[in-house]
T-cell receptor, first 118, second 111 residues
Framework: DADVTQTPRNRITKTGKRIMLECSQT?????MYWYRQDPGLGLRLIYY???????NKGEISDGYSVSRQAQAKFSLSLESAIPNQTALYFC?????????????????FGPGTRLTVL | AQRVTQPEKLLSVFKGAPVELKCNYS??????LFWYVQYSRQRLQLLLR??SRESIKGFTADLNKGETSFHLKKPFAQEEDSAMYYC?????????????FGSGTRLSIRP
């Protein structure tokens, strides 16, 4: 089955370390997203990419960077991790809207990566 | 400002009782709203969207533009409905769209 996978699933690291979270998909979707989930705050968009050459900041991009290495891969990096980046991180994908550029298509989520920064 | 508000962090009801999960939004454009659900040990997934006017797993949600609400309802709750529910709003400009999620409501169905 076509899927969205994330590695690692769990990670504990120390303040100041560089961390990369990876997302791969076999759905053939053009669009990919990174969210973080915090209790009481829900899901917040960090970065999104509508194709390999198109990367956009979300609402909470400070302290993060991304790389879209291929249509199927979208990595999230924390250059210097800090404790308030402790959260559950989700990758998601969606098809490009075929009717208009503004079409919204269902997002398919990965299983999540639990990151703890000590 | 574009915002989705889910006022209840936790909603607990008995099996067989009606359920209503509240969602209010703030958006100057024409709203498109969705409900996503995350069952225990499963991934977040789309439950329903308002433009489809569908009933999924007995849940319905009606967009009320006057009250800027999109509450999720089910007349008779079942234990398998226990999950985390997120209301989401599509926001768009001239070239692209994205969605904004609410903070979520955990629904707990008591036997």
């Amino acid at each position: 089955d076509a899927d969205v996978t994330q590695t690692p699933r769990n990670r504990i690291t120390k303040t100041g370390k560089r961390i990369m979270l990876e997302c791969s998909q076999t759905k053939g979707h053009d669009r990919m997203y990174w969210y973080r989930q915090d209790p009481g705050l829900g899901l917040r968009l960090i970065y999104y990419s509508f194709d390999v050459k198109d990367i956009n900041k979300g609402e909470i991009s400070d302290g993060y960077s991304v790389s879209r290495q291929a249509q199927a891969k979208f990595s999230l990096s924390l250059e210097s991790a800090i404790p308030n980046q402790t959260a559950l991180y989700f990758c998601a994908t969606s098809e490009k809207g075929w009717t208009t550029p503004l079409s919204y298509n269902e997002q398919f989520f990965g299983p999540g990566t639990r990151l703890t920064v000590l | 400002a574009q915002r989705v508000t889910q006022p209840e962090k936790l909603l607990s009801v008995f099996k067989g009782a009606p359920v209503e999960l509240k969602c209010n939004y703030s958006y100057s454009g024409s709203p498109e709203l969705f409900w996503y659900v995350q069952y225990s040990r499963q991934r977040l997934q789309l439950l329903l969207r308002h433009i489809s006017r569908e009933s999924i797993k007995g849940f319905t949600a009606d967009l009320n533009k006057g009250e800027t609400s999109f509450h999720l309802k089910k007349p008779f709750a079942q234990e398998e409905d226990s999950a985390m529910y997120y209301c989401a709003l599509k926001v768009a400009n001239s070239s692209a769209s994205k969605i904004i999620f609410g903070s979520g409501t955990r629904l707990s169905i008591r036997p």
